[in-house]
């Protein structure tokens, strides 16, 4: 789960990491005002799940309470497109005013679980800025990775060793450490997959501070965090995957496939994206109806899928155990004739009542062809993509 800005730089302070000075404003009125009070030179900063802000107009440093009340009414009610959100944009309904900050030194300072070794892995850079990406990519020993522990932590001379790797002044080398320290707690206590300061800046008065900040949530711990599972914002989602998320459906829309792919299990869906890919497609989502889905969730799915405008074929990979095929196959049944829905499907069942199932698909007099396996769905996927254009809704 992705949150705010400026609900990052709360948690922040709770746990000992300094943060500017900042108000958050949803009218342009109260954008002047929280400008008026913070005084001088302030920031606007559209507040949205994304990175990218500043080159897309989300972020402009202002000098006087009646620039920042412009500022503000130019970002709230749009939405912001960066290059992590895709044409659409995400929408702005809030904006932080926050105090501007005389900066000496831009770095970069973030964890993230390493999947491969288990743990937190701290990752740190001296080019810190908003072209981080670009360093990432093309000056990659430039960043520098520190793991810690998953029994002990991060040792106190690991953070010391980050501090002196990127090169703060000997006056903040143990404010920094203790920041790191901080940052490192933080990532624990709350089962975060990600914490992120970019720019972690020093100031001309060698004072370290997390200038920004982006907090990503392990949404499978979130029962343990009843207090931040609240600070979830809808708003910031694609409408589909808002929807898949209240039925209890894993989806996650993918841009420019053409291909909407039903499946039970996440080795599963991979796989099928995979086998798409291999038919000289592209899959149009990711969706997990989960092993125990019932009609309900089954058609919600289906319907989700065919709302997606971009899909011109669907593949169904089902391997039945608890989920049964005869129930998924009523269910798109029931989902295509409610939505009219006339794309073409194929149809891979194995498992629990397979025969059934495919029956009823043969019977529902919808374009569907059966696969007896998930090889033969992809050369039927290739056939039709080949050889048709794709049906109407």
Avoid at 96 to 116: F, H, K, P, Q, R
Wanted: aromatic fraction near 4%.
């Amino acid at each position: 789960m992705n949150i705010h800005e400026y609900q990052a730089k709360d948690i922040l302070e709770r746990f000992g990491v300094p943060v500017p000075k900042g108000i958050v404003a949803s009218t342009p009125g109260e954008a002047k005002a929280a400008a008026e009070e913070l005084g001088g030179t302030v920031v606007v900063k559209a507040q949205v799940h994304a990175g990218g802000r500043g080159k897309a107009g989300g972020v402009k440093v202002v000098s006087s309470a009646d620039e920042a009340e412009q500022a503000a009414e130019a970002m709230l009610g749009t939405n912001l497109v960066t290059h992590q959100t895709g044409p659409q944009g995400v929408p702005v309904r809030k904006v932080m005013v926050a105090e501007a900050t005389d900066i000496a030194d831009e770095l970069y300072l973030s964890i993230i679980v390493d999947g491969d070794a288990g743990v937190p892995v701290v990752i740190a850079s001296t080019e810190g800025g908003m072209d981080i990406e670009e360093v990432a990519e093309k000056t990659p020993d430039r960043l520098f990775r520190v793991a810690g522990d998953p029994l002990i932590g991060l040792s106190p001379y690991h953070a010391r060793d980050i501090a002196a790797l990127l090169n703060v002044p000997a006056s903040a080398r143990r404010a920094t450490a203790a920041l790191i320290s901080n940052l490192y707690r933080l990532f624990v206590e709350n089962d975060c997959s990600l914490v992120e300061i970019n720019p972690l800046v020093v100031t001309k008065d060698e004072e370290v501070i997390a200038l920004d900040a982006k907090i990503n949530l392990e949404d499978d711990a979130l029962f343990r965090h009843k207090d931040l599972a609240g600070l979830h914002d809808p708003e910031q989602e694609d409408e589909l995957e808002r929807r898949a998320r209240s039925a209890d459906l894993a989806y996650v829309k993918l841009d420019g496939g053409k291909v909407g792919c039903m499946v039970n299990g996440a080795g599963l869906a991979m796989a099928t994206m995979d086998i798409t890919k291999w038919a000289g497609a592209d899959p149009a989502n990711f969706l997990d109806i989960g092993g125990s889905a019932d009609q309900d969730r089954i058609e919600e799915a289906f319907r989700i899928i065919v709302s997606d405008d971009e899909v011109e074929i669907i593949l169904v990979n089902l391997f039945a155990g608890i989920a049964r095929s005869d129930v998924v196959a009523q269910g798109i049944v029931n989902a295509a004739k409610e939505t009219g829905a006339t794309l073409p499907m194929v149809v891979a069942m194995r498992g629990t009542n397979a025969e059934e199932g495919r029956n009823i698909l043969n019977e529902s007099g919808l374009d569907i062809t059966a696969a007896p396996d998930l090889a033969g769905a992809a050369e039927t996927l290739r056939d039709k993509l080949s050889g048709a254009k794709g049906g109407a809704r």
